[in-house]
């Protein structure tokens, strides 16, 4: 189960969606997850699903590395299903007990598992496709014209991309500690839910001493490059658009297009139309 969490993975590519400008990739990803809150029924998702298809396609990342990453987070999708389809009044199909299953929360939990299960392939597609370092520069640019009222974009880059970086790091000493913990005669698979996460509480201990000792020997990388923060860095390879990056552009103004269409009832219209 730990080496199924993908977040903050990167996948090793030369496709054209990893020689893409980083900003482009984040402005895409925002874009990409505020649509999914603007659409509200199924329809919708078809310019959401065409996009995304050409994507994976185009970035060359395997389509079962990407949804390994939904295996941690599957109880996460069972409940928002199993919540949307009890608590959603409307008309009854089925009746277990004192719970009602109605037309409408059946309706309402297949719309929000989609919804999530959308949002997690998307959003990681841009630190599968992104390097780390690309990842900061492009944060950094974008949060740039914060700079006048104070904001301090290159420590914030720095800190969200850090994050993301030591999320795999983070959890491949996790998979060590349990290794070891099991090698000593620990269980952590027999048992109900509850038992299982208790069985997960001596992990804690010697995660956060991990986890210490990983910062600090970060820190002193840092401090070794006489790394003072961002304000005067300069870069070997700075950030520029190119025609890539302006075709990437027209991408999004035409996804963009098609949400809208899809918001106003539009693809309702074509439809009867045709």
């Known amino acids: 189960m730990i080496r199924d969490i993908t977040l903050g993975q990167y996948y090793p590519g030369d496709s054209w969606i990893h020689r893409l400008d980083a900003r482009i990739k984040i402005i895409w990803t925002f874009v990409y997850i505020i649509s999914l809150f603007v659409i509200r029924d199924f329809w919708g998702y078809i310019p959401v699903l ?3 298809a050409l994507i994976i396609g185009v970035s060359a990342v395997p389509l079962k590395f990407i949804l390994k990453g939904l295996k941690p987070i599957f109880l996460i999708i069972v409940f928002t299903f199993t919540i949307n389809m009890f608590m959603t009044k409307g008309t009854p199909l089925l009746t277990l007990g004192f719970l009602t299953i109605t037309r409408e929360g059946l309706y309402n939990a297949l719309f929000m598992g989609s919804r999530l299960v959308l949002l997690i392939i998307g959003s990681s597609l ?3 496709a992104t390097k ?10 974008l949060l740039s014209p914060a700079q ?10 720095m800190m969200m991309t850090i994050a993301l970086r030591f999320i795999p790091t983070l959890l491949e000493e996790t998979d060590k500690i349990m290794k070891a913990q099991m090698a000593r005669g620990a269980d952590f698979e027999s048992g109900n839910l509850i038992n299982r996460a208790k069985s997960l509480i001596p992990l804690l201990v010697p995660l956060f001493i991990s986890a210490f000792r990983i910062a600090q020997d970060l820190a002193m990388a840092m401090e070794a490059r006489c790394y003072r923060g961002g304000s005067h860095r300069t870069r070997m390879n700075g950030m520029k658009l190119k025609k890539k990056d302006a075709a ?9 297009v098609l949400i809208i269409a899809q918001s106003q009832g539009l693809f309702h219209w074509l439809i009867r139309f045709l």
Not at 248 to 256: G, H, R
């Open 132 to 141: 780390p370092i690309n990842l900061t520069d492009g944060i950094e640019k």
């Open 248 to 256: 990437a552009s027209v991408l999004i103004a035409l996804y963009l």
């Open 148 to 157: 006048k009222i104070g904001v301090p974009a290159h420590e914030l880059a």
């Open 126 to 128: 841009l630190t599968l």
């Open 50 to 52: 065409l996009t995304l």
